[in-house]
């Protein structure tokens, strides 16, 4: 069922079993699997079928580092970010689940085999292939992929989706449901106690018409992307001083996104014919990317994160500032994105005008490629001072916006470096081609990393842990020191690896539906 919230009466008090709050990837997938259990779902959306700049304008909040705004990196409207995402999906490594001693604050509570499963099982809802992630599994033709020394480099892979939207192509299965209630334009501005703290009584429902209603639920899942979800906790702070589950004072912090550098290029000392597995982006009809990354022995003997690299391009000419430069405004304009550091950008792509005016002619006359740009996502260390808090300014429903302070280190840069290096030398042993390093990475003042760009992954503010003085969420993504409720978010992520999120919410998600549905069958969904 799909319903406006101006189709219900101001003031009403709404029921039902689950409440989930957000209608993106991780609740609308949670809607899917809850579909036909005969609990009475309810999911609440803060936004319409279609994108309106009002209802997005609640999104706004100050970012300090400033170069991506909170506004312009995440999307409030049915079906949430998929509105805009790229389609990569690849899920986490092993050793992104393990404690590594020489990163901080790293280990989850879980195991990649606890989630293997929720994996295999998330994958079609990407239309995508089965799940198959290693290079071995695929057939690449007359010409295999490297073989690489394993103290050095390992493979990386990403299967692409179309990309699929979640909301135009989940809307209708849940229109159909009889069990699931879609709510339009409810926007979830408070999450209520029970006098006791530990027990979630109600959620208060607003619209941009100053109509309200309160929901009251056995259990409750906040799906409103990594930044909301914590907002919407720190917010909630009437009854728990300092926000909800935040006795330890540890909603916001350890705030991780995945900078993209531009790492340089590789020119060509053989057939280019010879890196088709990496530049090209169809096999056995499927979108695929291949990449390449540190192996984790590399990651341990090195002590530096898990990072990758992939070919972009192609590279006509030697690397040039002014090129990265134009390609970053290219690239964001095609999201239609006007990047906060355009001024920067056009001033390097004016200082090197030459080169990016050959290059674009080489490009455009389709001349000889020489080689390809090599971008690269590298995880980010978990740092508790990288952090969301409140503002004292208010939205249009009177939440206080957020504000968003943190920095990119010196580790996530020799990391890049690192892997560039490894890279290279691994195609000088197999004499296949010649690395150039991007400049800034080699400069260790904090230039490079004003010199990244980004894609909304918006991870780690409610990290799970098996204790709450370590940790927001439990194993089963329940908030410690509640009984009934819940996360459905890459702000759960205590470390986030090189790979983009969405797999990964969309399987714990699903792993979130079947633990309900557990309690369900016993009558311990409100677990008080
Ligand atoms: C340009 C770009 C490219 C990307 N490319 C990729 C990619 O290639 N691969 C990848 O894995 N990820 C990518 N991402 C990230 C991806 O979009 C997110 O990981 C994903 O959308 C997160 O899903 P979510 O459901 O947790 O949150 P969201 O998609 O942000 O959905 C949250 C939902 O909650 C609703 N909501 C918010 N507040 C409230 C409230 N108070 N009450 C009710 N509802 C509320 C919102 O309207 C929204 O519908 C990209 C992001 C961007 C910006």
């Not at 919230?5 to 993106?24: H, K, N, P, R, T």
């Not at 692409?160 to 449901?177: A, N």
């Not at 096999?283 to 090195?302: H, K, T």
Request: aromatic fraction near 8%; proline fraction near 5%; include cysteine.
């Amino acid at each position: 069922m799909l319903a406006r919230f101006a189709e219900i009466q101001s003031g009403s008090q709404l029921a039902a079993d689950v409440c989930i709050i957000g209608g993106g990837p991780a609740g609308i997938t949670i809607a899917r699997e809850l579909t036909g259990t005969g609990l009475s779902v309810l999911l609440v959306e803060s936004g319409g079928l279609e994108f309106d700049k009002e209802t997005q304008n609640l999104y706004r909040g100050v970012n300090e580092r400033g170069d991506f705004s909170l506004h312009k990196s995440r999307f409030r409207l049915f079906g949430g970010t998929s509105y805009v995402w790229g389609g990569w999906c690849a899920p986490l490594d092993e050793q992104d689940f393990e404690s590594r001693p020489w990163v901080p604050n790293s280990g989850w509570p879980i195991s990649k085999e606890d989630i293997d499963p929720f994996y295999r099982r998330a994958q079609s809802l990407f239309e995508i292939d089965r799940y198959r992630y290693q290079v071995e599994e695929w057939d690449f033709g007359s010409t295999p992929v490297f073989s690489l020394d394993p103290d050095k480099l390992a493979h990386r892979m990403w299967q692409i989706s179309p990309p699929t939207e979640f909301g135009p192509v989940y809307v209708d299965q849940l229109r159909k449901s009889e069990n699931v209630r879609v709510l339009l334009y409810a926007n979830v501005t408070k999450v209520s106690v029970d006098p006791d703290g530990s027990s979630i009584s109600g959620v208060t429902l607003r619209d941009l018409n100053g109509r309200e209603a309160r929901v009251s639920a056995a259990a409750y899942v906040l799906a409103c992307g990594g930044i909301e979800t914590t907002r919407l906790l720190l917010t909630s702070g009437q009854e728990a001083p300092g926000g909800l589950g935040n006795t330890e004072g540890l909603v916001g912090r350890y705030f991780m996104e995945h900078p993209h550098p531009d790492a340089g290029g590789v020119i060509f000392t053989t057939a280019a014919e010879d890196f088709r597995p990496y530049y090209e982006k169809e096999f056995e009809s499927r979108n695929i990317v291949v990449g390449l990354g540190p192996s984790a022995d590399a990651q341990r003997r090195l002590g530096i994160l898990n990072c990758s690299v992939a070919f972009h391009g192609p590279l006509y000419h030697e690397p040039s500032a002014g090129m990265d430069s134009a390609l970053k405004l290219s690239r964001a304009l095609e999201h239609w994105q006007w990047p906060d550091n355009a001024g920067a950008h056009i001033a390097t792509v004016l200082r090197d005008l030459d080169d990016v005016l050959r290059e674009s002619y080489l490009r455009a006359t389709d001349g000889k490629i020489r080689g390809f740009g090599l971008i690269a996502r590298t995880e980010v260390a978990p740092n508790p001072d990288n952090r969301i808090t409140l503002t004292s300014d208010r939205d249009e429903l009177g939440m206080p916006r957020v504000r968003l302070d943190w920095s990119v280190g010196e580790l996530e840069r020799v990391t890049v470096e690192e892997t560039v290096n490894l890279v290279a030398q691994e195609f000088g042993r197999l004499g296949v081609g010649r690395v150039q390093i991007n400049q800034l990475l080699l400069e260790n003042d904090d230039r490079w990393s004003r010199n990244l760009s980004w894609f909304g992954h918006h991870m780690g503010t409610t990290r799970m842990s098996d204790s709450p003085g370590q940790g927001v969420v439990d194993t089963n993504c329940k908030v410690f020191g509640t009984s009934n409720l819940y996360v459905a978010s890459s702000s759960v992520f205590p470390t986030c690896g090189y790979a983009n999120p969405t797999l990964t919410i969309a399987a714990l998600a699903i792993r979130l539906a079947d633990h309900l549905k557990v309690l369900a069958k016993s009558d311990r969904l409100r677990e008080s």
